[in-house]
């Protein structure tokens, strides 16, 4: 049988991307955010995962207003990227572990989750981003799921952290024997777009991740069921809370949390943080 043996979550923030970014940062950011990094990457590395699943959401760059799912697995042969040229990211050709996706889309048909599919999904800057530092070889199979975090109406908080434990429970379930990773991306606290735009709200993020930290995970639920609640605090990027929840969610009681790194990032207009899963 599969098992789950890390997890990471950490910011998306396209601008990590490109290193000219990394050197304007503050010496003692860089220096701290490069180290949370390398310390994700080597539990990666640790744990020899044979296949990693992403939780990751989109921004307008595969899905839109005239078919956006809530979850959405990609189950072909390959996955290119990026969907769209910017920020610097190279092109990649990333295999997908299609058995595993296909696995739990059906599980999740047969057992009341009813995740759309694709077999062409490219890979946004979601994904990108944090890989360029996480799995710089790009030779590690994948499992995308995209969560919409983006555009409301949204799954609420509880749905993705249900999710994510389903599909933990899909790993677990698989007649395979293989090492699964899983990598959630997005957040922290950010606005996008409104007037807002390059506020951080370092109190929230540091709370959200002692919440995750202690497992008290129903408190960030209950506290913000509505996408609203939650907006006002962490603005609009901060939705992408949601995949930080899922990879939660789907984490064995083996496995436990520690914080890697946090800066309230101003160059990057965002609460940037990183989280990883390992064996106690």
């Given at each position: 049988?599969?098992?789950?043996?890390a997890?990471?979550?950490c910011?998306?923030?396209?601008?990590?991307?490109?290193?000219?970014?990394w050197?304007?940062?503050?010496?003692?950011?860089?220096?701290?955010?490069?180290?949370?990094?390398?310390?994700?990457?080597?539990?990666?590395e640790?744990s020899?995962?044979?296949?990693?699943?992403?939780?990751?959401?989109?921004?307008?760059?595969?899905?839109?207003?005239?078919?956006?799912p809530?979850?959405?697995?990609?189950?072909?042969?390959?996955?290119?990227g990026?969907?769209v040229?910017?920020?610097?990211?190279?092109?990649?050709?990333?295999?997908?572990?299609?058995?595993?996706?296909?696995?739990?889309?059906?599980?999740?048909?047969?057992?009341?989750?009813?995740?759309?599919?694709?077999?062409?999904?490219?890979?946004?800057?979601?994904?990108?981003?944090?890989?360029?530092?996480?799995?710089?070889?790009?030779?590690i199979?994948?499992?995308?799921?995209?969560?919409?975090?983006?555009?409301p109406?949204?799954?609420?908080?509880?749905?993705?952290?249900?999710?994510?434990a389903?599909?933990?429970?899909?790993?677990?379930?698989?007649?395979e024997n293989?090492?699964?990773a899983?990598l959630?991306?997005?957040?922290?606290?950010?606005?996008?777009g409104?007037?807002?735009?390059?506020?951080i709200?370092?109190?929230?993020?540091?709370?959200?991740?002692?919440?995750?930290?202690l497992?008290?995970?129903?408190?960030?639920m209950?506290?913000y069921?509505?996408?609203?609640?939650?907006?006002?605090v962490a603005?609009?990027?901060?939705q992408?809370?949601?995949?930080?929840?899922?990879?939660?969610?789907?984490m064995?009681?083996?496995?436990?949390?520690?914080?890697?790194?946090?800066?309230?990032?101003?160059?990057?207009?965002?609460?940037?943080?990183?989280?990883g899963?390992?064996?106690?």
């Open positions: 049988m599969a098992q789950v043996v997890g990471i979550a910011s998306h923030v396209p601008m990590m991307a490109s290193e000219k970014n050197e304007r940062l503050p010496e003692a950011e860089r220096v701290n955010l490069r180290a949370g990094f390398d310390r994700a990457r080597q539990i990666l640790d020899r995962p044979d296949i990693l699943i992403t939780f990751a959401d989109d921004h307008f760059d595969r899905c839109f207003y005239d078919n956006l809530a979850f959405l697995v990609g189950v072909g042969e390959v996955a290119l990026p969907a040229e910017s920020f610097d990211l190279p092109k990649v050709r990333v295999p997908i572990a299609s058995d595993l996706a296909r696995f739990i889309l059906c599980e999740g048909l047969e057992r009341g989750v009813d995740f759309a599919f694709s077999e062409e999904l490219a890979l946004d800057h979601a994904e990108m981003a944090p890989m360029i530092h996480l799995t710089p070889r790009w030779d199979p994948i499992v995308p799921i995209v969560v919409n975090a983006f555009a109406p949204m799954p609420t908080l509880k749905r993705c952290f249900d999710v994510g389903f599909v933990g429970g899909c790993i677990e379930r698989w007649p293989k090492r699964v899983l959630g991306t997005g957040g922290l606290s950010h606005w996008v409104p007037p807002e735009t390059g506020r709200n370092d109190e929230f993020d540091r709370w959200f991740l002692e919440r995750l930290r497992g008290e995970f129903s408190e960030v209950t506290r069921a509505r996408h609203q609640d939650l907006e006002a603005g609009n990027g901060g992408e809370i949601r995949d930080w929840l899922a990879v939660a969610g789907a064995p009681r083996r496995l436990r949390p520690q914080v890697l790194a946090y800066e309230p990032l101003k160059s990057w207009f965002t609460g940037t943080g990183i989280m899963w390992t064996a106690a």
